[in-house]
């Protein structure tokens, strides 16, 4: 007898917690979904908002990624389109590689969609760039070491050295470690954070701004136990600055593939922070 062509298992990126933050690509597959499993209360709501109505959808809070394994090999041998559905991006944090042996061993094929981290929409919804010119070019994610060993090289306070942004994620347990990491590794007690708790959650998001110094006590305050980013980042409250370095891309001396600069640059002042 000839096997039945097994159904893909699509890796969806769902974003942050709006549902209108999910891709039009994940969407479209949650619209055709024979079977969907979702990670947690975050993402339950775009999945049954446009999911057809004989789509099977399962919460995978009580799973263990073999159960995972297992009932998304029966479903994709069943339909044509089964989504897992992980908040943000699924490349961060969401077990995709645990899951993705598994299906490969099965002869499941796989696709990943994208999605909005929280580490972006923290900081779209906090105003901040994650990136300045002449103040910082790099982003770390990262997380405080939990249950999960941290390894070498790559503690809070050796990556913090860099002086470049930091989004932690995993970590709002544990903000007097991450305070303590960045003193440590030179950070000033009066350098900014900021701590978004859902961001992009309609009606729940909070944001938290104090310093190194003070950001503990502000979110114990605030009551910040859980699903919360901590951005800390040379470039926070930049919006406020008089001051600022101007991005190359954007300055009328810089001639790049679709624009001719207007102005030579020997007649231009750039300012500088
Ligand atoms: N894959 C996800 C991260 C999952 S790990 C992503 O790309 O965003 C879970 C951690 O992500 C939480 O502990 C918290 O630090 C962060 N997080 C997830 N959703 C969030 C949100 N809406 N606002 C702030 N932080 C969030």
């Known amino acids: 007898m000839v096997q039945p062509k097994p ?104 696709q990943v969609v994208p999605g909005v981290s929280s580490a972006m929409a923290s900081a779209a919804a906090a105003v901040e760039s994650l990136t300045l010119p002449e103040v910082t070019q790099t982003v770390i994610l990262t997380r405080m070491e939990g249950r999960t060993p941290m390894p070498d090289g790559e503690s809070l306070q050796e990556l913090a050295a860099h002086h470049s942004t930091l989004c932690i994620f995993l970590s709002i347990t544990l903000m007097g470690q991450v305070t303590a990491a960045l003193r440590a590794a030179g950070w000033s007690p009066d350098a900014p954070v900021v701590v978004v708790h859902k961001a992009s959650w309609p009606g729940e998001e909070k944001i938290v701004r104090g310093t190194v110094a003070t950001i503990q006590a502000l979110c114990r305050e605030a009551k910040l136990v859980s699903q919360s980013m901590i951005i800390a980042s040379p470039t926070l409250g930049a919006r406020h600055w008089t001051t600022l370095a101007k991005s190359k891309l954007y300055d009328a001396s810089f001639t790049h593939r679709f624009r001719q600069a207007s102005v030579p640059a020997s007649q231009l002042t750039l300012d500088t922070p």
């Open 7 to 110: 159904g893909t298992v699509w890796f969806v990126g769902a974003g942050p917690g709006d549902p209108d933050l999910i891709t039009v690509k994940g969407r479209g597959l949650i619209e055709r979904a024979g079977a969907i499993l979702f990670a947690g209360s975050l993402v339950s709501e775009a999945a049954t908002r446009w999911a057809p109505a004989d789509c099977v959808i399962v919460d995978s809070k009580d799973m263990t990624l073999e159960d995972m394994s297992a009932w998304l090999i029966t479903q994709a041998a069943r339909c044509e389109t089964v989504v897992r559905l992980q908040t943000g991006d699924p490349g961060l944090y969401g077990a995709l590689i645990e899951l993705v042996q598994p299906l490969d061993a099965a002869g499941v094929p796989v």
